[in-house]
């Protein structure tokens, strides 16, 4: 069977992975860029499920894993929109008939990476903030040998942009999805990594696998 999780925001994450004797292995990565231009938060939302209907008409997923999400007082900015992207899936999921799982965002992380914060060494080394997104992205390499390029790719001009991070919490969702769900112990990914092109950020070195 085939599933996807999700991590919800203007720049929404997905992977897509396939399940088999207990093994889930990564098919698809990538990104959704939300079409913010409306000033009307629900076109943000009705964007969004389109795009999912796209890939749901090509994929064929059983299965949705879609972050859960906290609420901070100390970092309560923008807490409105990633309730309603999170309202817009479960919806989407409702229409479709497409049973969901919420995953919470620590149990993700300490499965994945043995801890849902970064470390004290980590946080030296990749600064406080940015910490929070690459010790995932090295943890999936170190324990699952899945790694990653140093730029994604422009939906509109298909040019290297920035890593959209998005992509390594969704993948890390997705294989602890298929953890807790459907008993999957062993895990991998068929998504080839391209070779490096041009591109000044983020550097190789950055993580374990330079």
């Not at 929404?12 to 913010?36: F, P």
């Not at 620590?106 to 994945?112: I, Q, Y």
């Not at 000044?200 to 330079?210: G, I």
């Amino acid at each position: 069977m085939k599933i996807i999780a999700l991590d919800p925001a203007a720049s929404c994450g997905y992977a897509i992975a396939s399940l088999r004797d207990r093994t889930c292995t990564i098919t698809e990565y990538g990104y959704i860029d939300v079409d913010t231009s409306s000033l009307y938060q629900g076109d943000h939302c009705l964007d969004l499920m389109t795009r999912l209907d796209a890939i749901y008409d090509r994929v064929k997923f059983e299965a949705l894993g879609v972050e859960s999400y906290f609420f901070s007082q100390k970092f309560c900015s923008g807490s409105d929109v990633n309730a309603a992207y999170r309202t817009a899936i479960h919806i989407w999921c409702r229409q479709k008939q497409i049973p969901y799982t919420i995953l919470n965002i620590g149990s993700w992380k300490t499965f994945v990476a043995g801890s849902s914060t970064p470390s004290k060494l980590q946080k030296l080394k990749w600064g406080k903030e940015k910490a929070k997104k690459y010790y995932v992205q090295d943890a999936l390499y170190l324990r699952h040998g899945i790694r990653f390029p140093n730029h994604s790719l422009s939906e509109k001009t298909s040019k290297p942009i920035l890593f959209r991070n998005d992509v390594v919490d969704a993948v890390a969702q997705v294989i602890y999805f298929a953890h807790c769900d459907y008993n999957c112990n062993i895990f991998a990914s068929t998504v080839p990594v391209p070779e490096d092109v041009e591109f000044k950020k983020p550097p190789r070195d950055m993580f374990s696998y330079s």
